[in-house]
């Protein structure tokens, strides 16, 4: 298995830019969880998606970040227009089960937003 | 609320030494699992062991043992025989039965050194 697969693996952006980050769970996986993590706060839930269904998107920080899941095996974070203080990592987990047991990562997209 | 408490933002340890990872939670849930993921300097996380609320073992995987005590609401991660290649962040993470989603500590960042 390839494991939740992102891209890109790192992305570097003006401020204003739209950014589109995607990835692929693990086949087979109903969950998908998109996670923050900046020195300050460390690793924060954005939103997670069961069954290809939004759940629960409270993380999201503003209206300019959005996430889509179109289908089981693809889902994209979009921040239009980017701002300097997004830049993180962002992670992309899947899981077979609603709650996100044993979350599956995948290797994180570095953002950086000048 | 969920909450988990990783009250160590770094440790040391001379190689082949065991050493203990703190984390306590907070949760009013009756069912619960809990967490520790590595996140070694490359960016990517680990899922290393689990143990389940209701689990009367304490869990293990490897050099990884989980010393669970319920009472006190505490789930530190004992790492035995350190090697160079355990330094890295470790989180300590929960979900809840009525949480559908799981939560990250803060992180510690453990220096093995030789």
């Known amino acids: 298995d390839a494991g939740v697969i992102q891209s890109p693996r790192h992305e570097v952006t003006e401020m204003g830019q739209e950014v589109t980050l995607r990835c692929k769970p693990i086949s087979g996986h109903n969950s998908l969880f998109w996670y923050r993590q900046t020195m300050m706060r460390g690793l924060e839930l954005l939103i997670y998606?069961?069954?290809?269904?939004?759940?629960?998107d409270s993380g999201m920080p503003e209206d300019r970040f959005s996430a889509k899941m179109p289908n089981a095996s693809f889902s994209t974070l979009k921040i239009q227009p980017s701002e300097p203080r997004d830049s993180a990592v962002y992670f992309c987990?899947?899981?077979?089960?609603?709650?996100?047991?044993?979350?599956?990562f995948g290797s994180g997209t570095q953002l950086s937003v000048l | 609320a969920q909450k988990i408490t990783q009250t160590q933002p770094g440790m040391f340890v001379q190689e082949k030494e065991a050493v203990t990872l703190d984390c306590t939670y907070d949760t009013s849930d009756q069912s619960y699992g809990l967490f520790w993921y590595k996140q070694p300097s490359s960016g990517e996380m680990i899922f290393l062991i689990y143990?389940?609320?209701?689990?009367?073992q304490n869990a293990t995987e490897g050099r990884y043992s989980l010393n669970f005590q319920k009472a006190r609401k505490s789930a530190n991660l004992v790492i035995s025989a350190s090697q160079l290649g355990d330094s890295a962040m470790y989180f300590c993470a929960m979900f809840g039965e009525n949480t559908d989603k799981l939560i990250f500590g803060t992180g510690t960042r453990l220096q093995v050194f030789p």
């Open positions: 143990q389940g609320s209701y689990d009367e």
């Open positions: 987990a899947s899981s077979w089960t609603a709650g996100g047991e044993k979350l599956f």
């Open positions: 998606f069961n069954n290809n269904v939004p759940i629960d």
